[in-house]
Nanobody, 119 residues
């Protein structure tokens, strides 16, 4: 079993910034090089990818087009944590954000953290 614990989120004005963090624990690979990232789900919409770090020959960073140049994902492999720095937030970024990890080809999800962008 793998547990994902998220922190961060909250209410911010348009143009503001927030940082989300997620720590993985439990039965995780010692190398720490397993895919981790963030998805989000707005009311009435499907869950969508926000940002993801995967590994092949090198580290691969993947972003949704809607957040490119505004959001930055980062990873501490030694601590099995992933963070999402969100800048220039827009009202359309309002959603529940979920941490995601794929360990041994099995998906794990955090409990979700609310991000609300509103004046």
């Amino acid at each position: 079993q793998v547990q994902l614990v998220e922190s961060g989120g909250g209410l911010v004005q348009p143009g503001g910034s927030l940082r989300l963090s997620c720590a993985a624990s439990g039965s995780i690979p010692i190398s720490g090089t397993f895919p981790m990232g963030w998805y989000r789900q707005a009311p009435g919409k499907q869950r969508e990818l926000v940002a993801l770090i995967t590994y092949d020959v090198s580290t691969i960073y993947r972003y949704a087009d809607s957040v490119k140049d505004r959001f930055t994902i980062s990873r501490d492999d030694a601590k099995s944590t992933v963070s999402l720095q969100m800048n220039t937030l827009k009202p359309e970024d309002t959603a529940v954000y979920y941490c995601y990890a794929s360990v041994r080809n099995y998906p794990y999800w955090g409990q979700g953290t609310q991000v609300t962008v509103s004046s």
